[in-house]
């Protein structure tokens, strides 16, 4: 029986398992190519004063665990004390074994804070103070949990229309170690019946866009501005995959949105596919990488929608249906203009590997001769678990080359989820080990070094350009 807290053995089935992992995968540097956090919280070294404002403070995978243990939302995102916010977060997580979070606490409590004990009502005064007086004393901050964790390049998540002001601070302070590199965040300007964002385009740039041609010329200028700042990447997220063929006249429904005329459901889908394609073929001229998430839904229910606001726990998996049709439609449209970039395909839904797989696959020849051009993101959000990354990789190995993959990412606004790549890295080192306790594969320890090494940040450097400081 493996004890909860022997950290050489957590996750660890086998020998060979606990081996590949003490020896190869324990301490690797972290390419974080695709997270949340806030570059200026890393440029002013944030500090929290307490376990409940790092822990709590902004993570929705915990809020909706705490109401569905009939935890009271003042004590959740309401007006409560921190410290009885963590009381409530502790009776919760002690009722969750099987639950990732459960594993997670576990995992950054003893990471960042060397606390062996499980968190529960029991312990939680104790804990409670053994890392107040831990945060206090050593004044952690933002750069403190990233050094910590030996991340040596973090992918933000930015807004379109950014100045990229505190990358820019960053990339001057020599005491930052690490790479804080920009992504153009694109759903903000596929939003188009928004006057709103035209509005803030003419604020901040006076620019009034009044046809499309202008519209994509901004949109140009916007990514080249991204560009000099260090930018390797765009991203978008889309609850449903519905790109097909174009049958009316985009630049006519651009105008029309502007001059607030009537368009139909149609034409607007029109339109965002042609700027969609638009954007993959100026994506691949300035050779970044395309990052395309599909399938989560946000904020579904209306009434805490309107009491609490977005990004507050109320997402779900789309029903996503037919996701094949429309994926070929966007992937063939680039790859016919010879211009598919790479490509990380995030589906959220796990009875969908094998369709993005073979999808992924049927586009991987490529004149520039990449291994894994075309990708299958790491298991994301509700994916996240034990067992989902256990099928992801699975299926990843069954459909294609394990060994290219790109590897883990937090996607996630917590310093201290840096946890979740050892928690990768002990799944990917079990599948090894399991593999060649099962006699599937040979122990070739060479071989295993380089394939824990590629997967677990070599490939990632590679794929998104970034050079060794």
């Known amino acids: 029986m493996q004890k909860f807290y022997d950290d050489s053995d957590f996750l660890l089935k086998d020998p060979v398992s606990k081996h590949i992992y003490e020896n190869f995968a324990q301490g690797l540097p972290i390419v974080d190519y695709h997270c949340h956090l806030k570059p200026d919280e890393i440029y002013k070294n944030k500090r929290f004063e307490d376990i409940s404002e790092l822990w709590l403070g902004k993570d929705h995978y915990k809020w909706r665990l705490m109401r569905a243990n009939g935890i009271e939302e003042e004590r959740i995102t309401g007006n409560a004390t921190p410290k009885d916010k963590f009381m409530a977060w502790a009776e919760t997580i002690e009722r969750c074994p099987g639950n990732p979070l459960y594993h997670w606490t576990r995992m950054e409590l003893q990471l960042f804070f060397d606390i062996k004990i499980p968190l529960n009502r029991k312990t939680a005064a104790t804990i409670w103070e053994e890392t107040s007086s831990r945060l206090g004393a050593k004044g952690l901050g933002a750069r403190d949990f990233i050094a910590q964790s030996n991340v040596s390049v973090i992918g933000t998540t930015d807004d379109p229309l950014s ?47 009044l046809t499309l041609t202008d519209y994509l010329a901004f949109i140009k200028e916007r990514m080249n501005y991204f560009v000099a700042n260090g930018c390797r990447s765009v991203d978008l997220g889309v609850e449903q995959v519905l790109w097909k063929p174009i049958l009316t006249n985009p630049a006519k429904t651009f105008e ?3 001059h607030n005329e009537a368009t139909s459901p149609e034409e607007i889908q029109d339109l965002k596919t042609h700027i969609l394609l638009e954007i993959i073929e100026l994506v691949y001229d300035l050779n970044w990488v395309f990052q395309l998430h599909f399938g989560a839904v946000g904020s579904v229910n209306q009434e805490a929608l309107q009491r609490l606001g977005r990004g507050t726990g109320f997402d779900t998996i789309a029903d996503q249906g037919n996701i094949a049709n429309g994926l070929l439609y966007l992937l063939n449209q680039a790859n016919n203009r010879h211009k598919l970039p790479r490509t990380i395909l995030y589906n959220i839904d796990g009875t969908k590997n094998v369709v993005t797989e073979t999808i992924a696959a049927c586009f991987q020849d490529n004149e520039e001769g990449i291994k894994g051009k075309m990708q299958h993101g790491p298991a994301w959000w ?6 989902g ?25 917590s310093f201290l989820s840096y946890a979740r790549h050892d928690y990768f890295r002990r799944i990917l080192c079990n599948c090894l080990g399991s593999w060649i306790m099962d006699g599937e594969m040979p122990y070739d320890e060479a071989f295993v070094q380089d394939f824990i090494e590629a997967v677990c940040f070599k490939n990632a450097q590679k794929y998104f350009g970034i050079e060794n400081r």
């Open 163 to 209: 100045d990229l002001y505190y990358h820019q601070q960053i990339k001057a302070d020599a005491t930052i170690d690490t790479q804080v590199i920009p992504t153009f965040r694109l759903d903000k300007l596929l939003t188009l019946e928004s006057e709103e964002l035209f509005a803030e385009i003419f604020d901040k740039f006076q620019q009034e866009c």
């Open 256 to 258: 029309a949105l502007r």
């Open 382 to 387: 509700f994916q996240d678990t034990l067992r």
């Open 389 to 413: 990354n256990y099928r992801q990789l699975e299926d990843m190995a069954e459909q294609g080359i394990l060994m290219n993959f790109i590897g883990m990412t937090t996607d996630s606004r």
